[in-house]
């Protein structure tokens, strides 16, 4: 439970929150617009894969999030597959079927937008309040 709170703590604190709006994606949220920077950042930090909610009938990619101890982390903390999908479903008010699958270069991620170097930023983050 402490590694939850410690998590969501510094991914919603407002240095965290500053790197975002100083990156490619702008004055954007965790959950819109900046989930794969936090995604590429947590899979740097815990040396994890990236996974992603996929819509099988758009065939895209909606949201990023990383596989760690079992859980899937995102600004939202740890939490089970089904309340990842759960989550992505109500907040985005999608109606398609989503699934949770390992990312892959390949897949359709048109709109989200990517900068590695605002992720290496958050990696720094981490690394000095320690998120686990």
């Given at each position: 439970?402490?590694?939850?709170?410690?998590?969501?703590?510094?991914?919603?604190?407002?240095?965290?929150?500053?790197?975002?709006?100083?990156?490619?994606?702008?004055?954007?949220?965790?959950?819109?617009?900046?989930?794969?920077?936090?995604?590429?950042?947590l899979s740097k930090y815990f040396n994890?894969?990236?996974?992603?909610?996929?819509?099988?009938?758009?065939?895209?990619?909606?949201?990023?999030?990383?596989?760690?101890?079992?859980?899937?982390?995102?600004?939202?903390?740890?939490?089970?597959?089904n309340q990842v999908i759960k989550d992505?479903?109500?907040?985005?008010?999608?109606?398609?079927?989503?699934?949770?699958?390992?990312?892959?270069?390949?897949?359709?991620?048109?709109?989200?937008?990517?900068?590695?170097?605002?992720?290496?930023?958050?990696v720094e983050l981490f690394n000095k309040?320690?998120?686990?």
């Open positions: 439970m402490e590694k939850k709170r410690n998590l969501k703590r510094i991914i919603n604190s407002n240095i965290a929150y500053e790197i975002l709006d100083n990156s490619k994606a702008g004055s954007v949220t965790w959950q819109e617009g900046g989930c794969w920077i936090l995604a590429e950042a994890e894969p990236m996974y992603v909610v996929f819509n099988i009938t758009k065939h895209r990619v909606e949201h990023f999030v990383v596989k760690h101890d079992n859980e899937y982390l995102d600004s939202l903390g740890m939490r089970t597959e992505v479903l109500e907040f985005m008010s999608i109606k398609h079927k989503l699934m949770l699958i390992k990312y892959n270069s390949k897949m359709n991620t048109d709109g989200i937008i990517r900068d590695t170097e605002t992720s290496d930023l958050l309040y320690k998120i686990v």
